[in-house]
């Protein structure tokens, strides 16, 4: 069992940044593909960004350049730094852990972020 919690989120204007962070349970962390999707009322969950347990990365394209995934698999934690946040970023951000061989997938509870002047 793997427990995700999500922090980091809050109201920020456009233009700014936020860095949310997720903090995974469990001594495997290193073994997961890590993600962030995002998920705005009424509207299917959509992918932000993934990280594998190699490293590499994968985005979404509307966030490409402005995001960046990141993990410390010593701190098992996966980070997601947002810069240049537009109002249309505004939704609730999911973790996610997932390993496919395993057939493993997690979700944390979600964080909030509000792009709004």
């Known amino acids: 069992q793997v427990q995700l919690v999500e922090s980091g989120g809050g109201l920020v204007p456009p233009g700014g940044s936020l860095r949310l962070s997720c903090a995974a349970s469990?001594?495997?962390?290193?073994?997961?593909?890590m993600g962030w999707y995002r998920q705005a009322p009424g509207k299917q969950r959509e992918l932000v960004a993934t990280?594998?347990?190699?490293?590499?990365?994968n985005y979404a394209d509307s966030m490409k350049g402005r995001f960046t995934i990141s993990r410390d698999n010593a701190k098992t934690t996966v980070y997601l730094q947002m810069n240049s946040l537009k109002p249309g970023d505004t939704t609730v951000y999911y973790c996610?852990?997932?390993?496919?061989?395993?057939?493993?997938?997690?979700w944390g509870q979600g964080t909030q972020v509000t792009v709004s002047s």
């Open positions: 990280i594998t347990s190699g490293g590499t990365t």
């Open positions: 996610n852990a997932d390993h496919d061989i395993l057939g493993l997938d997690y």
């Open positions: 469990g001594s495997i962390f290193r073994a997961f593909r």
